[in-house]
């Protein structure tokens, strides 16, 4: 167990509607990181938050947005949702300066 | 941009070693990480090494890193049903420690 969280662990929507996925990182780990995880591929960096900021973003478009809150805590949020949006999408939390980054066990989602 | 490519597949006999190869494409790359994932979990971080080392031993896990040709293997000793999963290499950088990830290699341990 890595200590980050994720909710919720599925999630069927439909296309055009808007979802938001939650991750609360390790104690101690002030970074959290989302992937994108399509199924049988590898997983692709969709953003990075720190201090409540947006640190890097990936080749995603505008729609995928996200949240920093002061407890670390993070939010990924995808509107007008695609078919190709679904996917297993993971979270990664870990301490700027500490290159070890932990995953929690993603939210699988479905969109039809 | 960046581009880290592994083998799909892998099958060996429990006892065995087991050995899967990642070659990465970026040259900034300062740490090589190795994760393991179960059917249906997230990603168990297996060990990682800076880029300034070409080996490093942890218990059963071996990595060795050829910085010259990009090549970062993954040496598992004494191969257990229970190592059965896919594994995914990745290289991060400094900058923002953005991963980026190789498609994965499925290890098939057959008892």
């Known amino acids: 167990e890595t200590g980050v969280t994720q909710s919720p662990t599925h999630l069927i929507k439909t296309r055009g509607q808007q979802v938001t996925l939650r991750c609360s990182s390790q104690s101690g780990h002030n970074t959290v990181s989302w992937y994108q995880q399509a199924l049988g591929q590898g997983p692709q960096f969709i953003f990075q938050?720190?201090?409540?900021?947006?640190?890097g973003r990936g080749n995603f478009p505008p729609r995928f947005s996200g949240l920093q809150f002061p407890n670390y805590s993070s939010e990924l949020n995808v509107n007008a949702l695609e078919l190709d949006d679904s996917a297993l999408y993971l979270c990664a939390s870990l301490n700027t300066g500490v290159n070890e980054q932990y995953f929690g066990p993603g939210t699988r989602l479905t969109v039809t | 941009g960046e581009d880290v490519e592994q083998s799909l597949f892998l099958s060996v006999r429990e006892g065995d070693s087991s050995v899967i190869n990642c070659t990465y494409t970026?040259?900034?790359?300062?740490?090589l990480y190795w994760y393991k994932q179960e059917p249906g979990a997230g990603l168990q971080l297996l060990t990682y090494?800076?880029?300034?080392?070409d080996m490093k031993q942890d218990q059963r896990l071996t990595v060795l890193l050829n910085k010259k040709d990009k090549h970062l293997s993954l040496r598992i000793a004494d191969t257990q049903t229970g190592d059965s999963a896919i594994y995914f290499c990745?290289?991060?950088?400094?900058?923002?420690?953005?991963?980026?990830f190789g498609g994965g290699t499925r290890l098939m341990v057959k008892p």
């Open positions: 990745a290289e991060g950088s400094n900058a923002g420690n953005m991963l980026t």
């Open positions: 970026d040259s900034s790359s300062t740490y």
């Open positions: 090494i800076f880029s300034n080392m």
């Open positions: 938050y720190y201090r409540e900021e947006e640190n």
